[in-house]
């Protein structure tokens, strides 16, 4: 009989070195990425069954990436492994269609029962978490969106300004000019009432964006 594969996306390597050795041998883990666009990159090849992944990650955080990996491979089970208790968090991971929201803290026997759900075709969020709050997310998808008024373009310019790049580091990143990066800057900052590039940083760490 076939092992589940797995996939690991954590940006600390001691951490993925430590959940590949729980992991094996019950599963197979199958790779590894270290930001959310080689977890894209590395999934859409290895086809793996279940992806565990942070949600503070480089160059896409985890929310962004996993939203992608949703529509492009919907079958591929998701499950967020964060140190985040918040429930907007969890109510946003599974507004963008993760199959599981894992708390780090979590004793080993739970990371294999999150798995075990999903791969059951069953949502998992840890008990830790206000389980009233995301069971009436998944009763009603209409549910807003923690940061829903940003665009996926807007959400992508702010991860990136959010880490400290320069307006053309990100113009390069995602192939557009500096001039159309500051539109978006400007328009970001309008629609959240943010008044400058601290406010934006905070911004970005609160709603997962950034470690």
Do not use: C
Request: no cysteine.
């Amino acid at each position: 009989m076939m092992r589940t594969r797995i996939f690991l996306a954590d940006d600390h390597s001691l951490l993925l070195e430590a959940f590949s050795n729980l992991l094996e041998p019950k599963y197979e883990v199958v790779g590894t990425a270290t930001d959310g666009r080689l977890m894209l990159t590395q999934v859409s090849k290895l086809m793996p069954d279940v992806v565990l992944m942070d949600i503070a990650m480089p160059n896409l955080n985890g929310f962004e990436a996993g939203e992608k990996l949703k529509k492009r491979l919907p079958d591929i089970k998701l499950i967020f492994l964060t140190v985040n208790e918040d429930p907007e968090m969890v109510k946003e991971a599974l507004r963008i269609g993760a199959d599981g929201y894992l708390l780090k803290s979590s004793a080993s026997a739970e990371l294999f029962q999150a798995i075990e759900a999903v791969l059951g075709s069953r949502h998992y969020v840890s008990p830790k978490i206000d389980q009233s709050l995301t069971d009436a997310f998944v009763r009603d998808p209409s549910t807003q969106k923690v940061h829903g008024s940003l665009t996926l373009r807007q959400r992508e310019v702010l991860q990136l300004l959010a880490e400290g790049k320069t307006m053309k580091e990100v113009a390069a990143d995602l192939n557009i000019t500096p001039r159309t990066v500051a539109f978006h800057k400007y328009q970001i900052m309008e629609d959240l009432n943010i008044k400058n590039n601290s406010e934006l940083i905070q911004y970005a760490i609160k709603h997962g964006f950034l470690s």
